[in-house]
C-alpha cells in the first residue's frame, strides 16, 4: 500500500500559523504547500490531509496532476466518519461525494470500531463517504470542499488518490497479450 500521510492526528508537527498538522507515513510523503500550487501523483498513492477548518472550507491546494491519459481520482473520508467533500476542477464544481449517517447517527464511539487511518480501509467500508471522479488528460487543478465535519470536530480529513485510466486500445492489446501467452502455455 502506497501513502503519503500529509496532515495526521498522531506525532505532528506544526506547518503554518493557521494550525496545520502534519505527519508522515509510507515512502514518499508529500507535504502540501499552502497557498501555492501542490504536486498531485497519478499513481496510486494515497493523500491524507486532516486540517482545522470550518465547514464550507477548502483544504490545503490546489493539487495539480499532469497525464497523458484520463484520471481517476477516488476520494474518501478518513478517521471519524461523517465528512462530505465536494471536488472542484480547474475551480469548476465536478460533483460531491454522498451524504452518510454521521457517528451519532450510527450511536457509535467517533474513536472506537468505526475510526481507522487507513485509507484503504476507509475506502471499503460503506460508513465513511467516498467517491470516484474520472479526470480529464492534460495539466489540472484539483480542490477539495469539506461541506460537512463531525458534530464536536475542527478538522477535516479527506484521503484521495490520483491513478492514470488505461486507454481501450492498451487494455485491449494486454487483453490480447494475455489470451497469447495462455494459448502458447497449451
Do not use: C
Not at 497525464?67 to 471519524?80: E, G, I, N, R, Y
Not at 481507522?116 to 488528460?137: C, H, M, R
Not at 470536530?153 to 487494455?171: K, L, V
Request: net charge negative; glycine share 10%; no cysteine.
Amino acid at each position: 500500500m502506497k501513502v503519503a500521510n500529509v496532515l495526521g492526528m498522531g506525532a505532528v508537527i506544526a506547518l503554518t500559523s493557521f494550525g496545520a498538522l502534519a505527519a508522515t507515513q509510507g515512502t514518499s510523503p508529500v507535504e502540501p504547500q499552502y497557498g501555492q500550487r501542490n504536486v498531485l501523483p497519478v499513481d496510486g498513492t494515497w493523500i491524507i490531509l486532516d486540517e482545522f477548518m470550518n465547514v464550507g472550507d477548502f483544504f490545503s491546494g490546489p493539487w495539480t496532476y499532469t497525464s497523458a491519459l484520463p484520471v481517476q481520482l477516488d476520494v474518501t473520508d478518513l478517521f471519524v466518519v461523517t465528512d462530505v467533500f465536494e471536488v472542484y476542477l480547474n475551480g469548476g464544481f465536478v460533483g460531491a461525494t454522498p451524504v452518510l449517517p454521521d457517528y451519532d447517527a450510527l450511536g457509535v464511539d467517533p474513536f472506537g470500531a468505526t475510526f481507522t487511518s487507513d485509507p484503504d480501509v476507509a475506502w471499503l467500508s460503506d460508513l465513511f463517504s467516498k467517491g470516484t471522479f474520472i479526470l480529464p488528460a492534460g495539466t489540472h487543478d484539483v480542490d477539495f470542499r469539506n461541506i460537512q465535519i463531525p458534530t464536536g470536530f475542527q478538522d477535516g480529513t479527506i484521503a484521495f488518490r490520483a491513478s492514470r485510466i488505461p486507454s481501450p486500445g492498451a487494455a485491449a492489446l494486454f487483453g490480447f497479450a494475455g489470451l497469447m501467452a495462455a494459448r502458447r502455455r497449451r
